[in-house]
């Protein structure tokens, strides 16, 4: 052989078999070799063909990011027109369907139905001659698209060649491009951070990364496809009676289809599907919108036929809205722990995502400006899932000419104090510090929480409560209260309140790092907190710290250093610090770890289960005293995972991926 047929023979087989990984990663979701192993091949082809550029083919999984073209995306004709689906919004309106199927095949048999998700992407059709994606439209108006091409080919998931070795002349692939939700909030993400356009959803996220005139930016928005049915194929080959099997042929073919499909019998089982996937939502990896309930056999599909721009032979079972509009009625401004004022919307109450929503956060003053809104504007809300509400965008050409400008205030809502905003911050803050009765509110529901002191029975409300009466108005006058004052408080009782007031006594008994995070000291989290006790050893040693020995703590930047100093210097704070100590609240001595007993240093440790002599912050922190990490999840860095009694789905993990395993007993012997 000679040289150049030698190296085209490396060539495709170095192409055959990134394909081959590409569909064992992307359609049958079962990688076969790890991220790095694949970027080795793919440079290698890259090399290859950098230094033979004459053996450069268009179908080479290299080549997905091309030139861009000239102008503006060329228009083409779908030969097989792209249809939409006409919308069932209740049960009753997808029985109606059923019966009408029915009657129109003259069938009381139960019918065939395949069920898919409703991908809320767009439309697109790609077309493949002789086994090469040669043409790939949006659908437009259902006759006539937009030539995408060139973005499409970006898209990891399209092979940009069948999987076949006698491939049809036309084969047509119709389907959804989509925005993986993960794609979706990293977009966002670096698009806060750099003053991009954030997209309100996945689906105008996905639009907008699709309509890119350069591919290069398509190809980094991270597109993903699924494909949902045939288009135009060539009679050559021979398409599957059924809908469900000619998914599994688009499948075959190496192009990506849901793994939710599923083929159902009669109306029940449909709506089944449809409570089945609803509940399973909110755990997909992208959005949908509804079902899309498909008559499975082609024969009576071809019966059924069209009206105007449906098939009678379809509908979609859509979800009920997770985005509505609204009116935004007024913008408060709540006064948080640190001071930080949050803008809070108070909207015309709405039914979204499944609850009624008056409020959502605004976020911060910046977010205002980004969305341009104004009391009175109509807005569109966002609820998905457990998701905080959101207003996501503003309906300008509804504004009312008395549309009021949110102004940011002036002074502190609660107490009057100035408000400032430090410079590179988007939060504007009362300095009121503890004069202000919503710091010192917030300060005292953190210092009770779980994370901090853990006053078991102390929550949110029953602080608010005793705010509002007077009955404690700092931190330590909590280890003041009495009993007999809890227990005439309405819905009390003398059991709760006896209650209450043992926990405020257990709560005495805590660490150094607790004690320290429980203050709410700013940009003081745990972590930090963990790291000062273990560096200081003492309060008295953490008071005292200067800038510059804070920063040798882990974690600690000049910030936070900064944040530190200013807290302990505030006499206030002393004062409050002091009278913490001196109602009882004690911790063991830290004993210093030298570097040498750090044993674990560098090893990550996953705990599951229940363990029976240690509470997971036990186990945590001894673990972690011995310099390990602790995950919440099984990966192959684990080092080993310690498994309690039932542990499920992260034992698997850890058996699947060959992580030792450890029982509780490791804990006592180190
Ligand atoms: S079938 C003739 N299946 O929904 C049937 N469409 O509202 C045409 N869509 O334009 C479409 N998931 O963009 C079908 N599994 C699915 C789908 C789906 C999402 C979209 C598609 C279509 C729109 C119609």
């Given at each position: ?515 320290i995070y429980s203050l709410g000291i700013r940009e003081v989290g745990e972590v930090t907190a963990k790291n000062l006790a273990q560096h200081f050893s003492t309060l008295e040693a953490i008071q005292a710290a200067t800038g510059e020995t804070l920063e040798e703590v882990d ?20 004062k409050e610090v002091a009278a913490l100590v001196d109602a009882g609240i004690h911790w063991p001595v830290i004993v210093k770890k030298s570097e040498g007993d750090l044993t674990l240093k560098g090893k990550t440790f996953v705990i599951t289960g229940t363990l029976t002599n240690h509470s997971r912050q036990e186990a945590k922190a001894k673990l972690e005293a011995l310099g390990a990490k602790v995950a919440g999840s099984v990966s192959k860095n684990t080092y080993a995972l310690i498994a309690g009694a039932k542990a ?23």
């Open positions: 052989m000679s040289d150049t047929k030698q190296l085209e023979a490396q060539l495709n087989r170095l192409r055959s078999e990134i394909d081959e990984h590409n569909y064992q990663y992307y359609v049958l979701d079962n990688p076969q070799i790890p991220d790095a192993e694949y970027d080795r091949l793919m440079r290698q082809l890259q090399q290859i063909e950098a230094d033979h550029p004459e053996l450069i083919s268009s179908s080479s999984p290299s080549q997905r990011v091309g030139a861009k073209p000239d102008s503006g995306f060329a228009q083409v004709t779908h030969q097989m027109p792209m249809l939409s689906l006409d919308n069932a919004m209740d049960d009753e309106e997808f029985l109606s369907f059923n019966k009408r199927v029915k009657e129109r095949l003259k069938d009381s048999q139960d019918i065939e139905y395949i069920c898919e998700p409703k991908l809320d992407g767009l439309a697109v059709s790609i077309i493949y001659e002789n086994g090469l994606l040669t043409r790939a439209a949006t659908r437009g108006d259902g006759n006539q698209g937009e030539d995408i091409t060139l973005n499409i080919r970006t898209l990891n998931s399209v092979p940009l060649k069948l999987r076949s070795e006698q491939p049809p002349e036309v084969f047509e692939v119709r389907g959804e491009v989509f925005m993986p939700l993960e794609a979706f909030h990293s977009l966002n993400q670096v698009a806060i951070e750099t003053g991009n356009k954030i997209f309100a959803n996945p689906r105008n996220a996905a639009a907008g990364s699709l309509r890119q005139l350069d591919p290069k930016i398509t190809a980094q928005r991270q597109l993903a496809f699924y494909a949902y049915s045939t288009g135009l194929v060539s009679e050559d080959f021979e398409l599957a009676n059924c809908h469900s099997e000619r998914l599994a042929q688009i499948k075959t073919l190496g192009l990506p289809i849901t793994s939710e499909i599923k083929v159902t019998h009669g109306s029940n089982e449909v709506l089944k599907y449809f409570d089945d996937i609803l509940e399973k939502r909110n755990q997909l990896s992208f959005e949908i919108d509804g079902v899309v309930c498909k008559v499975n056999e082609i024969e009576k599909q071809n019966q059924l036929g069209f009206v105007s721009r449906a098939p009678r032979w379809a509908i979609a079972l859509k979800f009920p809205a997770q985005e509505e509009m609204t009116e935004l009625l007024d913008v408060d401004f709540q006064v948080g722990r640190t001071g930080a004022l949050t803008p809070v919307a108070r909207l015309n109450p709405v039914f979204v995502g499944g609850v009624t929503v008056s409020n959502a956060t605004l976020h911060n003053m910046d977010e205002i400006e980004r969305l341009g809104i104004m009391v009175g504007d109509t807005v569109i809300l966002r609820r998905a899932g457990d998701v905080i509400p959101q207003i996501v965008s503003v309906i300008e050409s509804k504004r009312p000419t008395n549309a009021a400008k949110i102004e940011s205030p002036a002074s502190c809502p609660v107490c009057s104090s100035q408000v400032e905003r430090a410079e590179g911050e988007a939060a504007i803050r009362c300095t009121g510090g503890l004069i202000c009765a919503a710091q010192r509110t917030q300060a005292i529901k953190h210092f009770a929480s779980r994370k901090a002191m853990d006053i078991d029975g102390l929550g949110d409300k029953l602080v608010d409560i005793f705010s509002e009466l007077e009955m404690i108005s700092s931190i330590s006058d909590l280890y003041r209260l009495e009993k007999q004052q809890i227990a005439d408080l309405e819905r009390m009782g003398d059991k709760s309140a006896q209650n209450l007031i043992d926990a405020i006594e257990a709560s005495k008994e805590t660490t150094l790092a607790k004690f974690d600690v930047g000049p910030i936070v250093a900064q944040h530190l100093i200013n807290f302990f210097a505030n006499p206030r704070n002393q499920g789905s992260k034992l698997k993990k850890a058996q699947e991926l060959g992580v030792q395993i450890l029982s509780e007993e490791y804990l006592s012997t180190i």
